[in-house]
């Protein structure tokens, strides 16, 4: 089976996912019988291409790779814009990948709108989005028999949103402990390894972890935001930003830090979420700062690492870590969402 996607925003992730789908082209086709079609390419910067049969994807990647944008690609620039080729275009699925604004989701949340009207499922890794509309975006697609899948928008590649949703269908959800902000807990591990706060943050903006806005990493937004998926997914509840309680990494001194390794506990960002007494209503559902024990399965995540503790009435704790972040990280939650829309709709 052919499906043509249309990719919206084409910065990491996206090359990430394009590298993806050349490198497992042959395995898509003999294993899954999948025959993906990039069939556009929009971005902010370097205009849009598409070519109704696939694009040559290895020649846009070289000639993007190259600081070229697709000016080396072999394909002329459309004059449409995003909006339009989203409404015209001839795909199966949108892939939304523009820049996340955590204030009001915009220009993804009005491009999956257009998607979903016409029946086109849609896959995102945009944060805004899917916090502050997932409910109602999801009656969209089922109004309109598409699918809306954004695994990559918590812990990237490392499946946690799938197996909430899928693997522990059954199960209640009572509490969810995490470390789902990569960057701040890299700045803090180089903090326990001696670094002061701002050479470490220096560190983690070198090697292209934080945030465009390095608030969203240092001040906790970005772990507000992810609450308020798991929120959504894990317990079906709608939170609004400032109904988080939020304390970022920001103003934690070395000093503090130390002193946590000396009583054999570290300084991590958690995010916590517990189910309250009532159906829709939760007890916590918090992104703060805690000092944890060497014993807490959280306080072994290191680096730029996530991790994730599930706590249930059967199962009573599930714990699950990885990669939070990443070109190919994130671009393999993509294509992980594609084939099970593949496998489940097409
Ligand atoms: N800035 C985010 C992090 C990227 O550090 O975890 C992934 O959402």
């Known amino acids: 089976m052919t499906v043509k996607i249309l990719i919206v925003g084409f910065g990491n992730v996206g090359q990430g996912l394009a590298e993806l789908l050349v490198e497992k082209e042959r395995m898509l086709r003999e294993k899954y019988k999948t025959d993906v079609q990039v069939v556009g390419i929009v971005t902010r910067h370097w205009g849009a291409i598409v070519d109704e049969h696939g694009l040559a994807l290895s020649r846009v990647l070289a000639s993007v790779l190259a600081g ?74 089922k109004t309109h028999h598409a699918v809306l899948k954004y695994e990559g928008t918590v812990m990237s590649g490392t499946p946690v949103l799938n197996l909430i949703e899928h693997n522990l269908a059954g199960l209640e959800i009572r509490k969810i402990e995490g470390i789902v902000n990569g960057s701040s807990n890299y700045i803090l591990t180089r903090m326990e390894e001696g670094l002061e706060y701002d050479d470490a ?47 970022g990494i920001a103003g934690l001194t070395r000093r503090e830090v130390e002193d946590a390794l000396g009583q054999n506990k570290v300084w991590r960002q958690v995010v916590e979420l517990e189910r309250g007494e009532q159906e829709g209503c939760l007890r ?17 995540i290191k680096g730029a690492g996530n991790g994730l503790v599930i706590y249930t009435d059967v199962m009573p704790l599930i714990t699950v870590s990885g990669p939070g972040a990443g070109r190919r990280e994130t671009g393999y939650a993509v294509l992980n969402d594609l084939l099970s829309i593949c496998t489940e709709q097409c």
Not at 91 to 112: C, F, H, S
Not at 221 to 233: C, N, P, R, T, Y
Not at 284 to 300: E, F, I, V, Y
């Open 68 to 141: 070229k944008g697709f000016a080396h690609s072999g394909y002329d620039l459309q004059s449409q814009t995003t909006a339009e080729l989203i409404e015209n275009l001839d795909y199966d699925v949108l892939i939304e990948l523009t820049i996340t604004d955590l204030n009001n989701g915009e220009p993804a949340t009005q491009y999956i709108r257009l998607a979903l009207e016409r029946g086109r499922s849609v896959i995102t890794t945009n944060k805004g989005p899917i916090a502050l509309h997932l409910k109602e975006l999801e009656t969209l697609a």
């Open 201 to 247: 943050v220096k560190e983690a903006r070198e090697l292209g972890y934080l945030e465009a806005d390095a608030s969203a990493d240092l001040d906790g937004w970005d772990a507000v935001a992810k609450v308020m998926i798991l929120a959504g997914v894990a317990f079906g509840v709608t939170l609004k930003v400032d109904e988080v309680q939020r304390r």
């Open 284 to 300: 916590a559902a918090k992104a703060g700062l805690r000092l944890l024990g060497n014993g807490h399965p959280l306080a072994q």
